[in-house]
């Protein structure tokens, strides 16, 4: 069946809740299934569409994503009196607002992960900072906060495990590193120009950290700096750029345009 081939998912509600339920659910986010209008509905479009799938299975998943507001359903006599909502592509888009709590379900997923308490406490802050300073509208922001604490969690986690190192010719910055460069508004390829030479400085200096992602985001922002000044200056340029002299070897001879800098008063 044509999709069958090239089903994708999400790692994190896999690890969580299942493969089935991260099929059912990547499915559902791109409207790929025929009608959702009830539940029965729902599962017989995810029957037609994953065959290889046991019904059961299909009617658990679709029950767990329905419980953790993952897939939201208007149905009134819902067989498992589930409290549900209108389907998420007909819910009212909201601002993120800055008493917005996770819901229950969204703590009791947190909870059967390695994530902690306060770890998970101490980033809904900074989650919600990020999202009302950007303004941006969504209606699955219990969603957006799971995906955000697996990130969170993840790169906490990778940050304790990895010893200081010295830096791999095949070495490349993570997504974060552009994103952050972006924000002074240089870009990705205009950062990635300076990274041959970043690592062959640090290769052949032998020092190890666990932190090039920082060095490189340091190292970029500076070249970016002096090229920016040095492409304001003209008279610095004809001095400092490599190519062919434009004066004759007698006229260079005789510039004396270079004591003007000099002030032997």
Partial sequence: MKGENNL??????????GLECAIILNLYNKNELEDISSYDALVSSSKKKLKFINDQTIADSINALIKFELIKIQENNFKNNYEVRSPNRGSTLNSL?????????????????DITKDFYNAKLKEFKIYWIERGQKRNNWNSTFIDFMRREWAKDVNSKNIMPHTIDENWYPDQDVFDILNLSEISKDSALKYLREFILYWKDKGTAFTTWNSKFIDHVKRRHMMNDNMGNNEENKKYTEPGKYTKDFKTRKNDNTWAKEINLE
């Fill in 8 to 17: 994708s998912f999400s790692v994190e509600v896999a690890e969580t809740l």
């Fill in 97 to 113: 607002s800055k008493d917005w709590e996770p819901s229950s379900e969204v703590i009791e997923i947190l909870n059967m992960t």
